[in-house]
């Protein structure tokens, strides 16, 4: 029986019991999609990342690594909140000494680096958002008429509704099972939902993030999903830095930054919350 080192680890919060829950695996060899796709049922959270080294040095001297994502149900193609709490791992947990550390994805490779604040952040590939008509499936889904404007994201796969204020974004109660059914949604694997920030708070803007076709109805925060909101709200805000709260019971808060080359940083805390072994 293999002792794999297991961690769970909440992103995108300075503190536990907030932000996003993600497990992470230390692999000490590779492992069949079956396995991988088991443990991630078995931990029962939006997601599991599994790392394995690049090369053959200790974990703590490496500086690149394979990085793979799985929800309870399917392997996805890219995940901010679990990226970020496999780099929390790797820089508080196992203490590689390296001052950023290259995950190689499905997405290609991102860079995660430390902050002088204590944030980690994450170079993703930027999704351009494509302006589409809001699907009146998917309001109806939501239980609202009416949406600002609309937009979708290729890379991510994720459709996007804007929302005239905050409030609304955060009173939304979907109706998961007429979403996850809902035609307008077989392209996409989630929705997210956006507004302005309310005036009386630091936040640029706010969103949140349905799921049910992955088999999370909605995540707690979500950084993939800023790779399409982070270029959305600069254009209409003209900024380059923008500070991000995603509203969902446990919130979550990011600051996002454009980049060039298409690519944008996003940056968040993370707390390690407990660690244990997985029996295998």
Same mark, same amino acid.
């Given at each position: ?8 680890? !909440? ?12 497990? *992470? ?7 069949? !999609? ?71 994805? #499905? ?8 902050? !002088? ?26 239980? *609202? ?23 609304? *974004?955060?009173? #939304? ?6 979403? #996850? ?82 690519? *944008? ?14 029996? #295998?």
């Amino acid at each position: 029986m293999t002792e794999i080192p297991l961690y769970q680890v !909440d992103a995108f919060s300075p503190v536990p019991f907030k932000g996003n829950p993600a497990a *992470v695996c230390l692999l000490p060899q590779t492992y069949d !999609d079956a396995t991988l796709q088991a443990i991630a049922a078995e931990m029962n959270l939006s997601e599991t990342a599994f790392l394995l080294r690049g090369g053959r040095r200790p974990w703590t001297e490496n500086e690149t690594f394979l990085l793979r994502w799985f929800t309870p149900q399917v392997e996805v193609r890219l995940c901010g909140h679990g990226t970020l709490s496999a780099a929390a791992v790797l820089f508080n947990a196992v203490e590689v000494a390296a001052p950023q550390v290259t995950f190689q994805t #499905l997405s290609g490779n991102l860079i995660a680096r430390r902050t !002088d604040d204590g944030a980690i952040a994450l170079d993703f590939p930027l999704d351009p958002p494509l302006a589409c008509a809001p699907p009146p499936d998917v309001l109806e889904a939501l239980g *609202v008429t009416q949406a600002w404007t609309a937009a979708y994201g290729a890379g991510a796969e994720k459709l996007m509704l804007h929302f005239e204020r905050a409030e609304e *974004v955060r009173t #939304l109660e979907p109706d998961f099972a007429a979403l #996850l059914n809902a035609p307008s949604m077989a392209a996409y694997q989630g929705l997210i939902v956006t507004a302005p920030g309310d005036p009386a708070t630091p936040y640029d803007f706010v969103s949140r993030f349905f799921a049910p076709a992955v088999g999370i109805n909605e995540d707690p925060v979500t950084g993939s999903a800023h790779t399409l909101l982070a270029p959305y709200w600069a254009e209409r805000l003209g900024k380059r830095e923008m500070f991000a709260y995603q509203a969902s019971a446990r919130g979550g808060e990011l600051r996002v930054r454009l980049l060039e080359g298409e690519r *944008v940083e996003i940056a968040g805390k993370a707390v390690v919350v407990f660690q244990g072994q997985l029996s #295998l």
